[in-house]
Protein backbone atom coordinates (compact mmCIF):
# COMPACT_ATOMS: atom_id res chain seq x y z
CA UNK A 1 0.00 0.00 0.00
CA UNK A 2 1.30 3.34 -1.18
CA UNK A 3 0.49 6.31 1.50
CA UNK A 4 1.06 9.64 0.13
CA UNK A 5 1.99 12.13 2.95
CA UNK A 6 -0.06 15.64 2.48
CA UNK A 7 2.42 18.96 2.23
CA UNK A 8 2.36 20.18 5.29
CA UNK A 9 0.83 24.26 6.00
CA UNK A 10 2.92 26.92 6.93
CA UNK A 11 0.72 27.21 9.94
CA UNK A 12 1.13 23.32 10.31
CA UNK A 13 5.23 23.63 9.76
CA UNK A 14 6.24 26.15 12.64
CA UNK A 15 3.11 26.02 15.06
CA UNK A 16 5.13 24.48 17.85
CA UNK A 17 7.44 27.32 17.46
CA UNK A 18 4.71 29.93 18.45
CA UNK A 19 4.74 31.40 21.36
CA UNK A 20 1.83 30.78 23.83
CA UNK A 21 0.04 33.93 21.95
CA UNK A 22 0.69 32.75 18.33
CA UNK A 23 3.36 34.94 17.75
CA UNK A 24 6.74 32.93 15.13
CA UNK A 25 9.61 34.69 15.53
CA UNK A 26 11.20 35.89 11.97
CA UNK A 27 14.25 34.25 12.35
CA UNK A 28 12.25 30.92 12.54
CA UNK A 29 10.85 31.13 8.44
CA UNK A 30 12.97 34.46 6.86
CA UNK A 31 16.21 31.86 5.49
CA UNK A 32 14.18 28.44 4.82
CA UNK A 33 10.76 30.08 3.49
CA UNK A 34 12.22 33.35 1.54
CA UNK A 35 15.61 32.82 1.24
CA UNK A 36 16.32 36.23 2.57
CA UNK A 37 18.02 37.53 6.51
CA UNK A 38 16.04 38.08 8.69
CA UNK A 39 16.43 41.98 8.54
CA UNK A 40 15.11 42.35 4.94
CA UNK A 41 11.99 40.45 6.02
CA UNK A 42 11.55 41.85 9.07
CA UNK A 43 11.68 45.38 7.18
CA UNK A 44 8.65 44.07 4.64
CA UNK A 45 6.80 43.68 7.75
CA UNK A 46 6.35 46.93 9.13
CA UNK A 47 7.59 48.56 6.04
CA UNK A 48 11.07 49.54 6.99
CA UNK A 49 9.75 51.30 10.88
CA UNK A 50 7.09 53.08 8.47
CA UNK A 51 9.35 54.70 6.86
CA UNK A 52 8.97 52.90 3.43
CA UNK A 53 5.59 52.57 2.30
CA UNK A 54 5.96 50.71 -1.03
CA UNK A 55 7.35 47.39 1.10
CA UNK A 56 5.22 47.94 4.04
CA UNK A 57 3.72 44.07 2.88
CA UNK A 58 2.22 43.55 6.66
CA UNK A 59 0.24 46.84 6.72
CA UNK A 60 -3.25 44.89 7.78
CA UNK A 61 -1.17 41.77 9.23
CA UNK A 62 -0.87 41.01 13.06
CA UNK A 63 2.69 41.25 14.27
CA UNK A 64 4.66 42.50 17.39
CA UNK A 65 7.96 44.68 17.41
CA UNK A 66 9.98 46.45 14.76
CA UNK A 67 12.47 45.99 12.05
CA UNK A 68 14.60 48.74 13.86
CA UNK A 69 15.00 45.45 16.71
CA UNK A 70 14.57 42.68 14.03
CA UNK A 71 16.02 39.94 16.36
CA UNK A 72 12.88 39.80 18.21
CA UNK A 73 9.84 40.91 15.31
CA UNK A 74 6.91 38.32 15.38
CA UNK A 75 3.87 37.70 13.07
CA UNK A 76 1.07 35.99 13.98
CA UNK A 77 1.17 32.52 12.66
CA UNK A 78 -2.68 32.79 11.33
CA UNK A 79 -0.93 35.70 9.05
CA UNK A 80 2.32 33.98 8.15
CA UNK A 81 1.25 31.91 4.82
CA UNK A 82 -0.29 35.51 3.15
CA UNK A 83 2.72 37.47 4.20
CA UNK A 84 5.19 34.69 2.78
CA UNK A 85 2.69 35.39 -0.15
CA UNK A 86 2.95 39.13 -0.64
CA UNK A 87 7.25 39.22 -0.31
CA UNK A 88 7.34 36.01 -3.10
CA UNK A 89 5.07 38.05 -4.98
CA UNK A 90 6.75 41.62 -4.20
CA UNK A 91 9.81 39.48 -5.87
CA UNK A 92 8.32 38.35 -9.23
CA UNK A 93 7.47 42.12 -9.92
Known amino acids: MNFEQS ?3 LKEKYLS ?3 ADGYLGIGYFSRQELQRQSKSVAAFLDGDE ?3 LD ?3 G ?3 RFRGSSGNYSDMKIHIDDL ?3 IK ?3 DFYRN
Open 50 to 52: GTN
Open 86 to 88: RVR
Open 17 to 19: KAD
Open 59 to 61: ADL
Open 81 to 83: EEF
Open 55 to 57: IHL
Open 7 to 9: PQT
